[in-house]
């Protein structure tokens, strides 16, 4: 049987899709080390092609005339081109210069269309092919690799990335099968930070990307974009290096990579390939257009954090216009440290879950260690310690523990495993996170109703009301009616991505926290009644049903 598998990083939990053996339990990938004269290793030139033998089980081709990825041949198998389609970066460049050159035990292939360059990379005694990719404009509109895998060489068992169903319900690129289940390339689960590598493996045969470390793309640790599709024409493996989809970030560019075309023999790529760990002190003076080497890299660590919330995880992340990066804070300390990177000005941001609880600003230069002292985060940078009425979710910057909010990462709002998109909630009941919907539309749900009540003393006093969102489509924001008596103007749209977001599989957008000053005017007296908060969708943007002015919702609350 065939699997899928999805690697999580150190420090966070591994799971795996179907029943792929973990990292450790078959074999790994081919040796890194360099091998001297592994039999076969070298290259030839077919007269379309340029060949490449690693001189272990593997000999790919690359078109001299384009670049693309023609041939993918491990043990005598082709993996390469479903829907007579070869891999390459976008869906082809087109007409480009292609030359290779040989240095001891790596064969270098370089690949130049206008401004951009591209690379291949084959080492002696090695299943892996090595890529990087250095944008250096717009010229090319977003920049992805694309592996194209034959049909029939692994079995799918992540259905929810299926794209081949018989109705089209979204777009051109979201399905529904006639049991109303829904599929797309875009539903993957997974953001940046949560994987290393993804890819199938049959038991004996493991074909995988292990990626980059994104330094070169755009928003950050916890965003979510294409990993893997398979359709009735075979399956695509991705590496996203700048994707515009519901993109929080404007665009960098430079070189990007490496990230690793690897096979194994049905295990887990080694973790020496992992974006972090893997060394390429080997490509040093390959002459890569925009390469950096590691000393010229620098590393910035953190003794500690303080004001944490221990029952959330934290991330630290370093970004400017020109690069990004990002690491774990250890549970019980709030240790960080984040190395190779380039030197420069970066905002640093410590995230409780994805919210964003402190910024500051750390300087990089090439060769050193920037060592900070321990962070303190302020009491008041994080709403959950604001004392609270009622407070529905916990503030963490994501909808996770709504009604619905697990599933959207990987399904269609309009899909038959979701729960109802409306129903009322209780204040007191114990079901008001799981009973309120994650995702609030203009067309759907907007109008639900949240009931309370206050104490007489509450009721006396005005109050500050809190909804906090994860992103938005269409401009949607929350409008509200208390008691249907007060109605709060229509707040201004904070800034969010312009393209679709809650139907393909993501919340993330930019974090924002609506308040309304709700005067005491507005509240029953009678302490026995339920008060009543109307939560509307305002927007005169969007289209019908669940592509109407829409929301994600990360928490609700009602001050003291």
Known sequence: MSESTVNRPVGRRTFVLGTAAAAGTAALAGPLAETASAAGFGWSDDGSNYVVDTGASLVFKVSKTNGDLTSLVYKGTQYQGYGGKNSHIESGLGTSTVSIKQSGTTILISVAYGTLKHYYAARSGENNVYLWTNKADASVSATRYILRVNAGKFLNDEPDSYTYAPTTIEAS???????????????????????????????????????????????????????????????????????????????????????????????????????????????????????????????????????????????VGLANSAAQYWGSARSSDGWFSIGGVLPGTYTLTVFKGELAVYTGSVSVSAGGTTTLNSIAIPSSNDPSNASAIWRINNWDGTPGGFKNADLMTYAHPSDVRASSWTGNVVIGSGTETSAFPCYLWKDVNSGIIVYFKLTAAQ??????????????????RPQVVVNDTWTSAVPSPPTQPSTRSLTVGSYRGNNYTFTYSVPASAWLTDTSAYNTLKIYVASGSGSTSFLSAGTSIDAIDLLA
Do not use: M
């Open 173 to 315: 690129d979201v399905f529904a099968k006639s049991d109303g289940q829904t599929r797309s390339k875009h539903y993957a689960k997974a953001r940046v930070t949560d994987y290393n590598y993804v890819g199938w493996t049959t038991g004996s045969v493991g074909l995988y990307i292990v990626r980059s470390n994104h330094e070169k793309a755009s928003g950050g640790p916890f965003y979510r974009s294409l990993l893997r599709h398979q359709s009735a024409d075979g399956g695509g493996l991705y590496e996203i290096l700048y994707y515009g989809e519901n993109q929080t970030e404007a665009q960098r560019f430079g070189l990007q990579g490496p990230y690793v075309i690897a096979f194994t023999d049905g295990g887990a790529p080694s973790s020496a390939l992992y974006p972090g760990t893997l060394t390429t002190s080997w490509a040093d003076s390959l002459g890569i257009s925009g390469y950096v080497p590691a000393s010229g890299r620098g590393k910035v660590a953190g003794v500690g954090i303080t004001g944490r919330n221990t029952a959330y995880a934290y991330t």
């Open 459 to 476: 009721a006396a006093a005005a109050h500050t009301l809190r909804i906090g969102v994860t992103t938005a489509y269409a401009n949607g």
